[in-house]
Nanobody, 119 residues
Framework: QVTLVESGGGLVQAGGSLRLSCSVS????????MGWHRQAPGKQRQLVAG???????NYADFAKGRFTISKDNAKNTVYLQMNSLRPEDTAVYYC?????????????WGQGTQVTVSS
């Protein structure tokens, strides 16, 4: 079993910064990619940023220039540095990890961490 533990959410004023962390624990399967998604009330979950096993990153347009995804392979941890936060960034942020095992690829979601940006 694989478990993701997220941390770093909270309440911040517009223009502020937060850093989210997501650590992977449990059985050790090869990680192919890690990413962050978010879901605001009444809206669909959307990709924020992703990073491949080789370190290639991709960002949603709203995240470009403000958010940075990174990872520490030794710690099996992915981070999301969020700067210049806006009230519209308010959402629950979910970590997602894609792995592969003998039975094929699979994904795991974290429990989510609330980010609230006040105006």
């Amino acid at each position: 079993q694989v478990t993701l533990v997220e941390s770093g959410g909270g309440l911040v004023q517009a223009g502020g910064s937060l850093r989210l962390s997501c650590s992977v624990s449990g059985r050790s399967f090869r990680i192919t990619s890690m990413g962050w998604h978010r879901q605001a009330p009444g809206k669909q979950r959307q990709l924020v940023a992703g990073i491949s096993s080789s370190g290639i990153t991709n960002y949603a347009d709203f995240a470009k220039g403000r958010f940075t995804i990174s990872k520490d392979n030794a710690k099996n941890t992915v981070y999301l540095q969020m700067n210049s936060l806006r009230p519209e960034d308010t959402a629950v942020y979910y970590c997602n990890v894609q792995q592969t095992r003998s039975g094929g690829p699979f994904g795991t979601w974290g429990q989510g961490t609330q980010v609230t940006v006040s105006s």
